[in-house]
């Protein structure tokens, strides 16, 4: 969106209080999410009424959700716009033939995709840049919105991307990290297999591009051809980050995941056989309904095993319009709290050592 105003002549601020027009754009996909974004658009309403902001536009997951009630509740709301026709977002902003208020421009089964025309703000440092390789998620995780708010797994042309990453590289990028909700998933929509790997393959050949990173992998999709890519070209970083949300196999099942301690470890010594020197990144949940001190106890005993280099926890959040929604939400948030925080301390102790053993090394680092 920054990239289609900019090219339409918009002035970009972070300052809303010297701005014409204030778009807040929300995420959804949990509680804390909507209550941040709602806590914004009041903050940003204020200026409406008080301010020089004469037109407020929201955009993004929260009215795919609650168009209707965002509408109700602030009035001063001109604008709205989804996750679909993001370009539409300059008309919106240009436009004063749109009254009345509350013009929507909405779509209830996205297929918005980028590619390497749509102008792009680079809203990181500038040399690195995140590249979104696919939108949407066809996976059916029981706890999540995503597939519902973005639509179903959508991956762009191989070649759009690596275009992309010439253009990124060509301005001063020099890291890119690739992402989607599912990264493994590239071109299987489309019927390509192989797809990531081919993609990483024509990436390397950027001249100046120095590091390719891949987030967000799926544990069931880690094949060896993205091993042998990882551990034979020097650009792509030997780093994977897998969520792997538990490994109690009841647990996992009731999630809709495949997986248990067995497969993951499995796979993990699969990984590092072929990439030694790979930096591991996961993230866990707990809490989820039938979670216990047991099956918490087996995923601290996981983790102390492996020793991730990155660990991330979330703790579980009733979503309505999950599958998950009708077990219920038995396991009380102070048990889940706590759950975190002791992972949190393991991990914390495995990265001190970690950390530890790498002193007198010598790296290269991007700064
Ligand atoms: S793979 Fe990720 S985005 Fe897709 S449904 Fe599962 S948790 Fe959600």
Redesign the pocket.
């Known amino acids: 969106m920054l990239g289609y105003l900019k090219e339409a002549g918009f002035r970009i601020s972070a300052k809303p209080e010297e701005c014409d027009i204030l778009i807040v754009n929300t995420c959804a996909?949990i509680d804390s999410a909507r209550e941040e974004a709602v806590s914004t658009i009041r903050e940003m309403a204020e200026y409406k009424e008080k301010g020089k902001c004469r037109r407020l536009v929201v955009t993004g997951c929260l009215p795919q959700l609650y168009r209707h009630r965002l509408l109700h509740s602030f009035p001063q709301i001109d604008y709205i716009l989804g996750v679909d026709h993001l370009d539409t977002i300059v008309e919106l902003c240009r436009s004063d033939s749109l009254s009345p208020t509350n013009h929507f421009a909405f779509s209830s089964n996205p297929t918005y995709l980028y590619d390497h025309l749509t102008p792009r703000v680079i809203s990181t440092p500038p040399y690195s840049a995140y590249v979104k390789i696919a939108e949407g998620?066809?996976?059916?995780?029981a706890?999540?919105?995503?597939?519902a708010l973005?639509g179903r797994?959508r991956s762009r042309e191989l070649d759009s991307v690596v275009a992309e990453a010439e253009g990124l590289v060509a301005r001063g990028v020099r890291e890119v990290n690739l992402v989607a909700?599912?990264t493994t998933f590239f071109g299987f929509d489309r019927g390509v297999k192989g797809a990531l790997v081919k993609l990483l393959k024509r990436l390397v050949r950027i001249s100046d591009l120095k590091w390719i990173r891949l987030l967000?992998c799926?544990p069931d999709r880690v094949d060896d051809q993205l091993l042998a890519v990882i551990a034979e070209e020097e650009k792509v970083c030997s780093y994977l980050d897998i969520?792997l949300?538990h490994v109690d196999k009841k647990l996992l099942r009731l999630m809709?995941?495949k997986g248990d301690r067995a497969s993951f470890t499995a796979l993990i010594t699969r990984i590092r056989k072929v990439v030694p020197d790979i930096a591991l990144r996961t993230t866990f949940m707990v809490g989820f309904p039938s979670d216990s001190e047991d099956k918490f106890r087996l995923l601290c005993d996981f983790c102390r095993e492996i020793e991730f280099d990155h660990l991330g926890v979330f703790t579980y959040c009733r979503e309505k319009g999950t599958r998950a929604y009708r077990y219920g939400d038995p396991i009380p948030q102070k048990v889940k709290e706590d759950f975190k925080r002791r992972l949190m301390e393991l991990q914390a102790l495995i990265s001190s050592n970690k950390n530890t053993s790498r002193v007198g090394n010598m790296r290269e680092v991007l700064i």
């Open positions: 996909f998620c066809s996976h059916a995780c706890f999540c919105l995503v597939p973005r797994y909700q599912d967000y799926h969520p949300q809709g995941r």
